[in-house]
């Protein structure tokens, strides 16, 4: 039985869910999604029928979160109880590390729970925080997809993510002598893209909460 029960109103599938990841996965990155925890299965299921015109915003929950977010206030420490309610550390967390944007670009993957390397690029001479975090994603993917793992996998950029959904990158870094490598590295990200499926979940480390990603570098631009 689940400690906490999250009801999603509007997110990518409405209804209950037993745990965070399962309900991250529907309203990370979705501007007007609406959710909200609750301590048992039947109060969940009440509020969902409800709706959320009653209950969201009524103390905790989606809301809370996203408050803090906007305001840029400091998240409130998770306690380990909490921690592990909401955070999938059965998974691998990337990121990137940058000395000018554009600059030199490195990345890595770490697991989640124990904080050790699993791989790690770079530095690549030129290239842009945004494409690093793209290259570390599906880095990631393919990694997962050789040792047979349905891992979810967390990344602090929603730029990145957005691109790995629509395959697409969207950048104003030139194409030249100076950016040929991480380029190639893109290129050859976006055909992996194209011809393989993967059942892993990618999504938003949410770093106004949780504190930064584990993969964090600890250096910003």
């Given amino acids: 039985?689940?400690?906490?029960?999250?009801?999603?109103?509007?997110?990518?599938?409405?209804?209950?869910?037993?745990?965070?990841?399962?309900?991250q996965a529907q309203v990370s990155g979705r501007k007007d999604a609406k959710?909200?925890?609750y301590a048992s299965k039947k109060e969940a299921e009440t509020a969902y029928r409800e709706g959320w015109k009653k209950?969201?915003?009524?103390?905790?929950g989606g809301?809370?979160?996203?408050a803090a977010s906007k305001s840029g206030a400091a998240a409130l420490p998770l306690t380990p109880a909490q921690a592990e309610q909401e955070i999938d550390f059965d998974s691998v967390s990337v990121d990137v590390g940058t000395r000018g944007n554009p600059g030199p670009v490195e990345y890595r993957g770490v697991d989640t729970?124990?904080?050790?390397?699993?791989?790690e690029v770079g530095p690549v001479s030129k290239g842009t925080n945004n494409l690093g975090e793209f290259l570390a994603i599906v880095h990631a993917l393919a990694y997962l997809k050789?040792?047979?793992s349905a891992k979810t996998i967390y990344s602090d950029s929603r730029t990145a993510l957005k691109?790995?959904?629509?395959?697409?990158?969207v950048t104003t870094l030139p194409r030249d002598a100076s950016t040929q490598e991480i380029w190639e590295l893109v290129d050859r990200a976006l055909s992996w893209l194209k011809v393989n499926a993967y059942p892993?979940?990618?999504?938003?480390?949410?770093?106004?909460?949780?504190?930064?990603?584990?993969?964090d570098y600890g250096r910003k631009g």
């Fill in 113 to 119: 729970r124990t904080g050790d390397v699993l791989f």
């Fill in 63 to 66: 809301k809370r979160a996203a």
């Fill in 1 to 23: 039985m689940a400690s906490k029960y999250y009801v999603v109103w509007e997110g990518g599938a409405p209804g209950v869910y037993d745990s965070w990841p399962a309900c």
């Fill in 55 to 60: 209950h969201w915003g009524q103390g905790g």
């Fill in 146 to 148: 050789r040792q047979g």
């Fill in 35 to 37: 959710y909200k925890s």
């Fill in 163 to 169: 691109w790995v959904k629509q395959k697409e990158v």
């Fill in 200 to 215: 892993n979940k990618v999504l938003k480390w949410e770093t106004e909460r949780w504190g930064e990603v584990k993969a």
